[in-house]
């Protein structure tokens, strides 16, 4: 019986002594305790990615003032083509330019019906001078006292619309809808009075239409649009590719521009259909010889006291526009442009 007390007191006091060993291992040597989980899974990946996001110089807050916006964009010096522009001093005062200012006075006319503030410049297919009337368009209205207007190179996949006002092509669009720049770096302000200017960039190629849908063009139109009286966007022709369509939605109207001569009826209704979501304002007949146009009886019988029809006019990029606008409201082209074009 003392032999079994003996060998229950002796395995006791071994367990005391392992016990004692334990508490003096763990005083020496402590447990770092797990994390919660919502403590490891917040910053570490918050801190990368702000870190990988781009930051751009000339962001600001909301542009309150056109002045404000115009001490933060680019200032390049343009070099307008005399030959495109025609309101530059090597043409004559009715060349081309009272066409425009026609034009100019159409857009104004439909203001009274509905607002009508961002245009929308395409075509059917290429070369039929959009390009050349989104441009002198623009002029037209920069040319009033005080009127400030925005032109937008919306052709991502073949940007022109630097070439005629000798301007850079990048920075551009394409580069701010990938978040690469900030909208002041993109707007250029080259020439004296209210005319800025967006090119297309570089790079836009067959994902145009992703890059104008992901939501950065609603940005932009809508932090600096309210700032100019009209917002002029050339884009590329309807028929090939979607991109007409895209920006269509965020436009209040659409000119189709169709070439005199050129344009096959069949396929500027095709392009009229097209755009049948859109609200297309009116049709603009381009490359019409100024001898069968009013502008020209007006300028020559008129401005110029000229009595003589020259006979021997030609067709330059600068003067081959007439800017009657058709079937404004209509959902067909007429066969013969020439032939039905009407005033609204």
Known sequence: MSKIYEALKKAQGEKTQDSSVARQH???NPQISSAPKEILATPVTEQHQSALRPTHAGISGQYLRFDDLL??????????DPNTIVFSDNHSSHEGAEQFRTLRTRLY????VSPVKRVLVTSAVAGEGKTFVATNLAQAIACEPDRKVLLIDGDLRSARLHIPLGAPVSPGLAEYL???????????????????????????????????????????????????????????????????SVLA????????????????????????QELRKSNVIGVVLNAVEDVDSYGAYYSHGYGNGDKKRDKQRTQSPARALSASIIDAKSDC????????????
Not at 258 to 272: L, N, Y
Request: glycine letters at 8%; a neutral charge; charged letters at 25%.
């Open 26 to 28: 763990l005083q020496q």
């Open 71 to 80: 001490k933060q964009c680019a200032e390049p010096v343009w070099q307008p």
């Open 109 to 112: 006319q439909l203001r009274d």
């Open 178 to 244: 990938r978040d690469e720049v900030s909208e002041a770096e993109i707007i250029q302000h080259g020439q004296e009075g209210n005319l800025c200017f967006v090119p297309g960039g570089d790079g836009g190629g067959s994902k145009a239409s992703e890059l104008l849908s992901n939501g950065r063009l609603q940005k932009l139109l809508d932090r600096v649009a309210p700032l100019f009286d009209w917002v002029i966007i050339d884009s590329p022709p309807c028929l090939p590719v979607a991109d007409a």
């Open 249 to 272: 939605g965020f436009v209040d109207g659409a000119l189709l521009v169709v070439r005199a001569k050129s344009t096959p009826s069949a396929m500027a209704q095709k392009a009229r």
């Open 333 to 344: 082209i007429r066969p013969s442009l020439k032939q039905y074009r009407r005033e609204l």
